[in-house]
Structures are given as C-alpha cells and as structure tokens.
C-alpha cells in the first residue's frame, strides 16, 4: 500500500512542480504520507474491559438514583448477567462494578467520557452500549423519571442528540413489548395444547399474532412510512449489529451474545412488517 502512495504522491507533485524531480520527491514522501494517515486512523487499544464495567457501574448507578436499591434491584442486575452469559470471571467484575456505580459519589459524566474517548470513532459501539443500557433498565418492564435522566445524561456525554436517545428508548420498550406478547402467545398456545392433548392446533408460533407496532418501534420507523424508508432503516441496523463488525470495532466479547439476539429480533421485527405490507 505505502508503495501504490509513493507512486501516486509522486505523480501529483511532479504535475504541481512540472517536473520529473516532483515524482523522485513523492517517491520518498508517499510512504512518510501513508505511515502518517495510518497512525491517525489507527484505533486506540485502551482497557478491554472498560466497556463491560461501565455498563454494570452505570446499571448500578441507574438503581440508586430511584432511591433505596432493592433485592429486586439486585435480583434485576443478576438477570442481566445471565442474559449476557457472563462467565465466572466476568460475573464478578459485573457485581463489583454494580456496586460502585450504586455510591452517591459515582463520577457517572467522568466514567461515560472516558468510554466516549475510547470508542468515539466507532459510534455503532456506543450506539450497542446506549441499546444495552436501556434493555437493562427496561428490565423489569418500566422506565421511571430518574432513569430517563441518566439515559439522557449518556447521550450528552457521547454527543448523541437528545431526541435521538428518545428514539432509542421508544426502539427498546417496542422490543421488551414484542418479546413479552411473544412469549404470552406461546404460553397461550402451549396451554391450549396440553388442555386439548391431541396433538392438533397446538403450539406454533403465529408471527401474524405479534403486535405489530412493537415490530416498527423496534426497527425506528412508523407505520405510515413507506417501504423504501422501512428497507433503509431495517439494513442500517442490521449494518450496525453486524456480529463481526462490532468484534472487530471494539464491542468486549461478553456483549456479542447479546448484539447477535438484537439482529435477530430485528430480522424477526421486519419479517412481520413485511408480512404486513406484503413486500419483499
């Protein structure tokens, strides 16, 4: 690559300078160029585990501020940690990080800037980590006042526009909703299938069941948009939570599981939005 720089740089300066010492010149410069443009895209390693200590501080931090953290707090935060299938190890920096971010004197804008700093040239992370944040306080199926405040506090210091976050939040309720009525529906039809035990019009999964205006909340667009508009945000985010991109832009390998299971909730999403519209 420094070599195709070299021999392009030496074209350029030998058209500026009109003459044959330009290219001889480029020749020495292009690779000072490249190595120079290298350094200033290159990704900072920064700490591995920032990411995943951030989240659980902040988890922490989002339960005290409701007042007294409670064991169903608690109980809340444990649930999250097996969502992610956090191994052993990973468990107990969640708890001590909980913790920390449950003291009254949690630097909560310090801690968000510096996982700002590490990941801002990779915004689809930070974009994951605000994602991830929300589904952890959407939890237990509410979002109150003071959790709003501290999501909305997150998008200031990754410079993410207030109503974008807004969106976000209305893209996770639309999933924990989806997720819920599906999980009802099934328990439904299992119910009605050992009720009738022959083996007939028992349980499946019947997408057309699914309340569809989750299926548009999660994806970020409305009911009334075109299909043109619903195409381009379903292969944005698709784009955005592609497994591989989000490993090699950073994203720690204890919330892939969870990226993985937001693609598939958005593919799930635009299926039943596609069966709708009746579109491919």
């Not at 339960?63 to 468990?91: C, E, H, P, W, Y």
Request: hydrophobic fraction near 35%.
């Amino acid at each position: 690559m420094s070599f195709i720089w070299a021999i392009i740089t030496g074209f350029v300066l030998s058209i500026i300078l009109k003459s044959n010492w330009g290219f001889l010149l480029g020749l020495f410069i292009g690779p000072k160029l490249y190595e120079f443009c290298n350094k200033l895209t290159e990704e900072p390693k920064g700490n591995p585990r920032l990411y995943l200590t951030v989240v659980f501080e902040v988890l922490g931090h989002l339960s005290k501020a409701k007042g007294v953290v409670t064991q169903d707090d608690i109980n809340l935060a444990r649930r999250f940690m097996t969502q992610l299938q956090l191994d052993s190890n990973s468990r107990q920096l969640a708890q001590d990080s909980f913790n920390r971010g449950k003291a009254s004197d949690y630097p909560l804008r310090a801690r968000l800037r510096e996982l700002y700093n590490q990941y801002r040239s990779r915004r689809n992370v930070l974009n994951v980590f605000c994602e991830q944040l929300i589904q952890a306080a959407l939890i237990d199926g509410r979002l109150d006042d003071k959790e709003s405040e501290i999501l909305f506090i997150v998008a200031d210091e990754f410079n993410i526009p207030r109503h974008q976050m807004a969106i976000y939040i209305q893209m996770m309720m639309g999933s924990y909703h989806f997720h819920q009525q599906n999980y009802d529906y099934q328990h439904e039809q299992y119910n009605q299938y050992r009720h009738n035990n022959n083996g007939y019009g028992g349980y499946q999964n019947n997408s057309s069941q699914l309340n569809l205006q989750n299926a548009y909340n999660i994806l970020g667009v409305k009911p009334s948009d075109d299909i043109a508009t619903i195409k381009r945000a379903y292969r944005k985010l698709m784009n955005e939570h592609h497994p591989d991109k989000l490993v090699s832009k950073g994203l720690p390998k204890e919330m892939l599981e969870a990226a993985k299971k937001r693609a598939q909730e958005i593919q799930a999403a635009y299926d039943l939005i596609k069966t709708s519209r009746g579109f491919k």
